[in-house]
């Protein structure tokens, strides 16, 4: 018996931060994509797009948006985050921000700290999205 054969596309836009160790930006996997960790780096720059977690967290989604675009889809299409901060006491400012980019019914997710992150970010969000249209149940 075979399996049915699976697609596998690195998806990656100028609108990200090229990745900065031996991995790809996102990967869609059949209809799912895979979003590696995106920080808040500026992609014209390479540098923070601030100091402050609120600027780094809006830079995070600009970012995710760019690999969401070159991939045909919007925030409406993930269905899975995980979010990683240098500190909880930032969790409210994180959660207000990232409600801002989407809407009920919203993405399964997970929020951790952890002591540091890549370049020490003060926040990291990797997603999961699923090209649609969703029916709702």
């Not at 960790?37 to 989604?61: C, H, K, R, S």
Request: no cysteine; hydrophobic share 40%; net charge negative.
């Amino acid at each position: 018996m075979s399996l049915p054969r699976i697609t596998r596309k690195v998806i990656s836009s100028v609108k990200a931060p090229a990745a900065i160790g031996p991995y790809s930006q996102s990967v869609l996997v059949d209809r799912t994509l895979y979003i590696s960790g995106q920080i808040g780096l500026d992609p014209e720059t390479n540098q923070f797009a601030g100091d402050d977690v609120e600027t780094q967290t809006q830079q995070v989604f600009r970012n995710l948006e760019g690999i969401l675009t070159a991939a045909d889809m919007n925030f409406s299409n993930i269905v899975k985050t995980t979010i990683l901060m240098d500190s909880m006491d930032d969790y409210a400012k994180v959660n207000q921000i990232y409600q801002s980019f989407f809407k009920e019914p919203y993405p399964a997710r997970a929020a951790f700290a952890v002591k540091t992150l890549p370049k020490q970010a003060k926040v990291e969000i990797e997603a999961i999205a699923v090209q649609g249209p969703f029916h709702e149940d």
